[in-house]
């Protein structure tokens, strides 16, 4: 997703004759490490969906040697590890060029910096993971922050390139009614995200047996596991109403800026099969392909709402509209056309 909207606006630069077609090495990096993440973040989904967690009972090390023995649980986990590392490694990379090009860019850097911190802390939660064996809130904790991180770099990316390209976020955009529904949507994906999660850690996945009914009741009683798990439902049933209303807005205010108009339609449809692939945890009493699947599409929904949240400023609104109220008119970016 990440790399289509780099392509995007790099595709558009080289047909409007800007050198910015090219990215920095810092912008690259950024790109690498995004897909990355995702990349662990699917494997994080894996070790979760096989309960894998404590393939690697010890932690830096594992069974303490720093390259265990081959057996199943173990060499996921280990993965899991492995692909962390490599994450860290990048972004050793991204932490020098933002040293070497980017303070002069306050906010880039500063988004850098942040970053760099969620990281360090996702590693330390790695650790506390383990050495607690798997408590759910430290879990869920854990998938927070690195959904967090991918957010920040996500961010991160879109700001640097748009500044590559000489534009900078419109001022006017600030108040618009998409730009307020997008964050909060993007907020409700993330929070959606997070209790699934802690849902999953607290073996309340199957509390209910049915879907779209929940055990079957439109609004269940029962113990604490029924209601985590209808909250969950709830929850993601709110944030489809906003990605439906989100969308709506897409197409009738933006239709001239296709780019966010097509984000916000792999938002929906990401959703849809989203909830298909939850009813299906059920349907199939949370088989592993399933929960995989899971993860991975909600992660894929959170990147993408923060790409919309970001572009909307780059992107203001119905300009027609804005110019028949007397507000000042923007150029409309190349890439964006």
């Known amino acids: 997703m990440v790399i289509v909207i780099g392509v995007t606006i790099a595709s558009n630069a080289r047909r409007s004759g800007r050198v910015a077609f090219f990215m920095t090495w810092f912008q690259r990096l950024l790109l690498i490490t995004i897909v990355t993440t995702f990349v662990l973040v699917a494997v ?3 070790v979760r969906a096989t309960d894998s967690g404590l393939g690697c009972p010890d932690w830096p090390t594992c069974h303490g040697k720093l ?3 081959a057996e199943k649980h173990t060499l996921i986990e280990f993965s899991h ?3 962390a590392a490599v994450v860290g490694v990048l972004f050793l990379g991204v932490t020098y060029f933002a040293f070497k ?4 860019h306050p906010l880039v850097f500063w988004l850098s910096f942040s970053a760099g911190v969620l990281l360090l802390w996702q590693i330390i939660l790695g650790g506390i993971t383990v050495v607690n064996e798997l408590p759910p809130e430290i879990v869920a904790l854990h998938l927070a922050t690195a959904m967090s991180f991918m957010g920040v770099m996500i961010t991160t990316f879109i700001i640097s390139r748009m500044r590559s390209l000489g534009h900078e976020a ?3 955009s600030e108040g618009s009614f998409f730009n307020r529904l997008a964050m909060v949507t993007a907020a409700t994906a993330f929070v959606t995200l997070v209790m699934g999660s802690y849902m999953s850690g607290t073996e309340a996945s199957l509390a209910c047996s049915g879907w779209p009914l929940c055990n079957g009741s439109l ?3 029962g113990d604490s596991d029924v209601g985590l798990h209808f909250a969950h439902r709830a929850i993601a049933g709110v944030l489809g109403i ?3 209303a989100l969308l709506y807005l897409a197409v009738e205010q933006r239709r001239a800026r296709p780019l966010l108009v097509w984000l916000t339609v792999v938002a929906a449809a990401a959703y849809v099969v989203q909830a298909l692939v939850g009813a299906a945890n059920i349907w199939t009493e949370l088989a ?8 991975t599409l909600a992660a894929l929904l959170w990147c993408t709402l923060v790409a919309v949240s970001v572009l909307a400023f780059y992107l203001p609104g119905n300009e027609t509209e804005a110019a028949g109220r007397g507000a000042p008119q923007r150029k409309e970016t190349e890439w964006a056309r």
């Open 242 to 244: 906003e990605i439906l």
């Open 101 to 104: 090009t980017e303070r002069k």
């Open 44 to 46: 994080g989904g894996t």
């Open 219 to 221: 609004v269940p009683g």
């Open 81 to 83: 590890r492995t692909v």
């Open 67 to 69: 390259i265990p023995k």
């Open 288 to 295: 592993a392909g399933v929960v995989i699947a899971h993860l």
């Open 170 to 172: 419109a001022q006017s």
